[in-house]
């Protein structure tokens, strides 16, 4: 953390400007809109893989089941924040960019026209962020998500800590 007591990335739509970077501003959590709050450990790897919706239901049950195992050690709520998303053609229609039941997309207030779009197609695999070296070697799924119940007992201990515990 380097003495910093939050790390993280942000992309921030402003007054007409978008902004983005390494860190995350106060003015940027001020705003309303999306924000997401997730421990690395659970997504170092995932979220390398491309940013689109290739994948998406498999990553999404592999987080499930990640986060139930971490749950029966103690650790977290066991439920996973995209996990109403998934099977959602059982639900009713939900915005393409924010996922909201209560807009269509040409009214949605978080995401402008194009934007929320092109965070959801990537069809060139273009944006990926770097693996994280301290999950290397941890068993994980084909699409990045830890396999806690493939550990071995110092991974599971490793692990653990990376989450804080």
């Not at 919706?53 to 499930?64: L, S």
């Not at 998303?85 to 960019?97: F, I, S, V, Y």
């Not at 909201?100 to 934007?115: A, F, I, L, M």
Request: hydrophobic share 30%; charged share 30%.
């Amino acid at each position: 953390m380097d003495g910093r007591e939050v790390a993280g990335y942000h992309l921030m739509i402003k007054n007409g400007k978008v902004s983005g970077g390494p860190f995350i501003p106060r003015e940027c959590l001020d705003l309303p809109g999306f924000h997401a709050v997730v421990d690395w450990a659970l997504i170092a790897h995932s979220s390398y893989l491309p940013f689109n919706t290739i994948g998406h239901q498999e990553r999404g049950t592999a987080q499930v089941k990640l986060r139930r195992e971490l749950n029966e050690v103690g650790i977290g709520d066991g439920k996973w924040a995209l996990e109403s998303r998934l099977n959602t053609d059982k639900k009713p229609p939900r915005c393409r960019a924010c996922g909201s039941e209560d807009h269509d997309r040409p009214d949605c207030p978080v995401w402008p026209p194009g934007v929320g779009e092109a965070l959801g197609n990537n069809p060139d695999h273009r944006w990926r962020l770097k693996r994280s070296p301290e999950l290397e070697g941890f068993p994980e799924s084909e699409w990045g998500v830890p396999i806690f119940s493939d550990m071995s007992d110092d991974q599971k201990i490793a692990f653990k800590k990376l989450l804080g515990h």
